[in-house]
């Protein structure tokens, strides 16, 4: 069900401390924490703590929960100092955009150039 942990979701693992992660900032609702394989000299994720499966889902499901999401978002380009020169939200969603992990994550990616449009 929406919102609840998914025993299979690595995300939620995380979530609960089941698996490690190099954690820069969590809220009562989100965590964000470095991407394990970094596209970017900055590259962190950030998550809502409640399992959905993406960005749509997670948006049309808790929208204030998506809110938070983005907020974070912004306040980790702050922390990370990419905000100058500009960073990028991503949330890759579908098999065919990339989307690996299907519990919704923005992908917050800075500190080089980056190309538009993405591949
Ligand atoms: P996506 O491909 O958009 O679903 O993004 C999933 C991201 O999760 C990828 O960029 C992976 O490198 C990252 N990832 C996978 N496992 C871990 C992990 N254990 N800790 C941190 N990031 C991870
Ligand atoms: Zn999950």
């Known amino acids: 069900m929406a919102g609840e942990p998914?025993?299979?979701?690595?995300?939620?693992?995380?979530?609960?401390?089941?698996?490690?992660a190099t954690i820069v900032r969590e809220t009562e609702t989100t965590l964000a924490f470095r991407d394990i394989n970094p596209q970017a000299p900055s590259h962190v994720l950030v998550i809502p703590k409640a399992h959905h499966a993406d960005a749509a889902s997670l948006a049309a499901a808790a929208p204030e929960l998506a809110a938070d999401v983005l907020r974070e978002a912004g306040h980790v380009?702050?922390?990370e100092e990419i905000v100058e020169h500009g960073y990028r939200v991503v949330f890759n969603t579908g098999a065919g955009a990339?989307?690996?992990v299907f519990h919704a994550h923005a992908h917050v990616l800075g500190g080089r150039?980056?190309?538009?449009p993405p591949g």
């Open 6 to 20: 998914q025993a299979d979701c690595l995300f939620c693992k995380i979530v609960e401390g089941n698996i490690p």
């Open 77 to 79: 380009a702050a922390d």
């Open 98 to 100: 990339g989307q690996t």
């Open 113 to 116: 150039g980056l190309q538009w």
